[in-house]
Nanobody, 116 residues
């Protein structure tokens, strides 16, 4: 059974940093584009950042550009989201997603709370 397991969430003060990880298993990770989404309370799920299968191209939501960095390690089947200069509006459950030729998998999510 395919697994995507996020970790690294938590409570952080405004201006702080967190690094999320998403460990993948039971599928060919290097063939999948990976992305991070987030969902704040009473809001829809939104794309935060995406990275192609080789890591050659990345995309960011305007709201996180220059603060967040997505990266991947295909040797270890893991995708990361480095989040710097966090703001209260970044508070959400963060999900990783894998996509390849019509196949799509979601992780269970990790909570990020930015508050003083």
């Amino acid at each position: 059974q395919v697994q995507l397991v996020e970790s690294g969430g938590g409570l952080v003060q405004p201006g702080g940093s967190l690094r999320l990880s998403c460990a993948a298993s039971r599928f060919t990770f290097s063939r999948y584009a990976m992305s991070w989404y987030r969902q704040a309370p009473e809001k829809g799920r939104e794309l935060v950042a995406a990275i192609t299968s080789t890591g050659g191209t990345t995309t960011y939501a305007d709201s996180v550009k220059d603060r967040f960095t997505i990266s991947r390690d295909n040797a270890n089947n893991t995708v990361y989201l480095q989040m710097n200069s966090l703001k209260p509006e970044d508070t959400a459950v963060y999900y990783c997603r894998a996509d390849s030729y019509g196949m799509r998998y979601w992780g269970q999510g990790t909570q990020v709370t930015v508050s003083s």
